[in-house]
């Protein structure tokens, strides 16, 4: 059996015996001729088979055209024929004339999706929907940043964790977290790596990673929201400020925008009309309260219920950015302590105010990172100012009682900063599987 080639590497193959494999994109089936596309994970490749006829010109009936007629779109199969280049063909200069057609599993006619079907239709049949070129590149773009990322912390001496994602208790919020049935008691679905993430600095690993689950009770149906994602978090030892924790999430942004861009730049533009801008360091940091002043003074008050930045405030902040400083990219810093987690250290000359920050990408928040509170005293008080009971969280204090230096880092979640790298306009279209309120099929 001739080895199977990549639809890719047919142009640069040799005219003569070839085999692909693959699922039938569509037929065409002519009274003289019968063409099928096909495509496989590398791109799409025309297959052609002429039928026999007799000296009448009448077609006479053979198996393999019979094949051909009852294929479903969608059907994996491999076909075996002839490779040959000829420059009419539009789809990549390269034809396969069939000698044969082994069918792996035959696709059901219907097809329950069309290009039109909206996006919850579309994620009921997602194994069909990403079959689609353009969603088979967001995955790639995802593999090409998560090994950029990866590439860089293993480099500086980073060490990779995977924390637990069955809790004890909260790390974020009471009020977002899933409760699970855990033997004789309950558990709780890790909101953050937070709390164990932050224990390898008392553990002395200096610097570490962690690229995995998170889940929050969110019911809300937003384009940005769900229930399960993934949190790409980082955590340093011996900062100064949360400066510093900047500093690295500004080099991995740059080492990541800079690895899609060099190997899926084109197909980007060509698929998603977007030009992929690899941003420079630094990026823009301004302080929340002067954000929203820039904000107001271009006509739009942050509502004032909470001190924090709302979602139409984080679009206008971006768009003064991007035309202030031609940035897609900005830090907004100095978050009020009322609206900022226990363990945000504050700052030492006013404590209202926490050394932390939130990035925003193209309108829309992507991380949160701050320098941590270390010294016990005053991480029991805050503890304490927020209504927690510091017993509760004994386990976590306990690892600043025996000794940890300054450190900081964020959490930033992957499928955000796909969707606003490729402006797409919801996180169900960056997520392979995604899990929202009413949906955990597939
Ligand atoms: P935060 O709660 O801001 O911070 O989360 C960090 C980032 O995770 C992503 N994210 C989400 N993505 C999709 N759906 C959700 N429901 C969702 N919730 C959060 C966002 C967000 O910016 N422990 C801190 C981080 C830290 O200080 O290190 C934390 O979890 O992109």
Redesign the pocket.
């Known amino acids: 059996m001739t080895e199977r080639t990549l639809i890719k590497n047919l142009a640069a193959a040799t005219d003569g015996p070839v085999s692909v494999s693959g699922w039938v994109d569509t037929v065409r089936d002519q009274k003289k001729v019968q063409f099928v596309v096909l495509r496989d994970e590398s791109g799409a490749v025309q297959l052609v088979n002429p039928r026999l006829s007799g000296d009448d010109g009448v077609t006479i009936p053979d198996k393999l055209s019979d094949t051909i007629s009852g294929l479903a779109q969608g059907t994996f199969l491999t076909a075996t024929g002839e490779l040959k280049h000829d420059e009419r063909v539009k789809l990549g200069g390269v034809e396969v004339k069939l000698t044969a057609i082994g069918i792996a599993g035959a696709a059901n006619p219907e097809t329950p999706i069309a290009d039109d079907s909206g996006v919850d239709k579309r994620m009921d049949w997602r194994f069909l929907d990403l079959r689609q070129p353009k969603n088979n590149l967001i995955f790639r773009i995802q593999t090409t940043l998560e090994h950029a990322w990866r590439t860089y912390w293993v480099e500086n001496d980073f060490i990779e964790l995977h924390t637990p994602k069955l809790m004890a208790s909260a ?2 919020s009471k009020a977002e977290l899933f409760e699970v049935d855990y033997f004789e008691g309950k558990a709780y679905l890790s ?2 790596p ?1 709390f164990f993430k932050q224990m390898a600095q008392p553990a002395g690993f200096g610097k570490i990673f962690e690229i995995g689950p ?1 889940f ?1 009770a ?1 019911p809300s149906f937003t384009s ?4 399960e ?1 993934t ?1 790409v ?1 980082s955590e340093i030892s011996w900062i100064d400020s949360h400066e510093d924790v900047m500093k690295l999430h500004e080099d991995l942004l740059v080492a990541g925008f800079q690895a899609v861009k060099d190997k899926h730049g084109a197909e980007i533009e060509a698929m998603f009309g977007v030009e992929v801008t690899v941003p420079s360091a630094p990026f823009p940091r301004i302080p929340l309260a002067e954000a929203k002043r820039i904000v107001a003074e271009r006509g739009y008050e942050v509502p004032r219920h909470d001190d924090d930045m709302d979602p139409e405030g984080e679009r206008q902040i971006s768009a003064y950015v991007k035309e202030t400083f031609g940035h897609e990219f900005v830090f907004l810093t100095d978050y009020a302590s009322s609206i900022r ?1 226990f363990y945000h250290m504050r700052h030492e000359d006013d404590p209202s105010l926490t050394k932390s920050y ?1 990035l925003i990408f193209n309108g829309v ?6 320098q941590r509170e270390h010294r016990v005293e005053l991480l029991v008080a805050q503890a304490k100012d927020k209504g927690l009971d510091p017993e509760e969280l004994d386990f976590y204090l306990d690892f600043f009682r025996f000794g940890v230096p300054p450190h900081g ?5 992957l ?2 900063v796909l969707m606003l790298m490729l402006h797409l306009t919801n ?1 169900r279209e960056s997520t392979y599987l995604f899990r929202g309120p009413t949906r955990l099929l597939p």
């Open positions: 790390s974020e909101q953050s937070q998170a929050r969110d940005r929201h769900a229930t994602f949190s978090d987690p939130d928040e992507i991380s949160t990172g701050a880092g964020f959490g930033m979640g499928s955000r996180i």
